[in-house]
Structures are given as C-alpha cells and as structure tokens.
C-alpha cells in the first residue's frame, strides 16, 4: 500500500507535537535576544537527528535514551539558571541607568541547538518505527509536521517582540527549567523501572512550567535596593 493515513497521522502528529515544543523556545530565544540566528539553531539541532533518522531508519532506536534525556536536562538547567541571573539584570537595567543590556550569543545557539536536538530524537524514536512499515507515508507525515510548526512559527514572530525582554527571559527561563526538570524525571524512571514507566504525560510540563516561571519572576523582581547593591558588587560581570 502506497500512503496509509494511520501512519501519516502517526508521523505528523509526533513530529509536530515534538518539534512545537523546540519552536515555541525558538520564538522566546528570539524575542529575548532579537536576533534571528535562534532560529537557525534550533533547526541545526533538528536536522542534525532527523536526517540521519531518515537515512538509516531504525538504528537511531538503539542509542540510550536515558542518558541523552540526562545530557538535554543538565545543559538546559545550566541555560535555565543563566537565563533567570540575566533576567535579573534586565529588571536592574530598566528600572537604573548606567547598565548595557548583555546578549547571550554563546548561550542562545547551544540553548537553540540542544533543545531542536532532544525534541527531535524524542521524535526520532517513534520515526524510525513507522519509516520501516511505510516509508513514503511516514515520511510525508514528517515533512508535514515540519511545514506546520514552521509556519506557525513565522506566523507568531512578528507578535513576540513586542514583549518587554525581561518578561521574555522570565518565560524562556521557565520553559528550561520545566523542560530539564521533566527530562531528568523521565532519565530516573528509564534508568530505575526500564519500559514499565518509560513516559511521563507532557502535561505536567504545564504546572511545571507555572511553578519556574513564577519563581524566576519573583527572583527577578526583587526590590530595587538590592538590585543596585547586587549590580555594584559585581561590577560589569
């Protein structure tokens, strides 16, 4: 059979649901910086694994999962904390003078790269288990799926700059934070219970990422006094 639709649902819904969460830190990266290259990052980050996903199919399935959710956890905790000290900075900078805004540019393509990077494998895993069966259906799905976020992340671009970028750290904080945290939640129970509890429900990145974004506003908005105390005692750093 030539297209099977339960495939092709099968592979765009995946690949869309995957790669959704790897736009929407695209679209705040962007914002937070202004620089288009973010991006570019995160699309490396996904064509790096989905290309090879494509060319040799199920031999993608046999590399541990565990330890890559361990890898995507630690770095977006590192970019995740580094995010909520800039954020802090930027709430500093708007309320005093005498302060430039600083501009990640090292932390923004590493941050890019890792999550288009873990999105896509998560993705990847399902892939190359539909690919085997029908090919074509499943890789039209997938090439489906890309079109989709894609275009609803050009469609949101022209809105997310309009956001203050201190707020925007705020969120992009959260969204590592919550992301790492899930990550690492699902590295213990592959590691502790193997496939009895291998997934976690994304949802819980909802009240996950309520509970981080709360904390690093609330971290960034700390009275102005101790702003101004923090930023001399750390002079330019």
């Known amino acids: 059979m030539f297209f099977d639709p339960g495939i092709f649902l099968a592979a765009s819904g995946i690949t ?8 929407a830190v695209g679209l ?3 914002a937070e910086s202004g620089r288009a290259s973010a991006f570019l990052y995160v ?3 996904v064509l790096v694994v989905l290309i090879p996903t494509v060319l040799v199919g199920g ?17 977006l905790l590192y970019f995740g904390l580094r995010l909520s000290k800039s954020a802090r900075r930027s709430v500093v900078i708007s309320r005093t003078t005498g302060f430039k805004s600083e501009v990640f540019e090292r932390g923004i393509m ?31 799905g ?35 934070l919550s992301f790492s945290s899930f990550w690492f939640s699902e590295a213990v129970l592959l590691f502790g219970f ?4 291998s997934q ?38």
């Open 16 to 23: 869309t649901l995957e790669l959704v969460e790897a736009a």
């Open 28 to 30: 705040a990266l962007y």
């Open 43 to 45: 699309a490396v980050g």
């Open 59 to 75: 031999l993608i399935s046999n590399l541990p999962e565990q330890y890559v959710l361990v890898i995507g956890g630690v770095l």
């Open 110 to 140: 590493y941050t890019g790269f890792s999550v288009g990077a873990i999105e896509a494998f998560e993705a990847a895993i399902v892939l190359v288990g539909l690919l085997p069966v029908n090919f074509a259906s499943a890789g039209i």
């Open 142 to 176: 997938m090439m489906v799926g890309v079109v989709v976020v894609v275009v609803s992340t050009y469609v949101l671009r022209t809105q997310v700059r309009r956001v203050k970028q201190a707020n925007m750290k705020v969120i992009v904080a959260g969204l590592l």
């Open 194 to 197: 193997g496939e009895m509890f």
């Open 200 to 237: 976690l429900d994304d949802l819980l990145l909802i009240p996950l990422f309520a509970i981080f974004a709360f904390g690093v506003y609330k971290y960034a908005n700390r009275p102005i006094a101790e702003s101004r105390a923090e930023f001399r005692s750390r002079g330019t750093t």
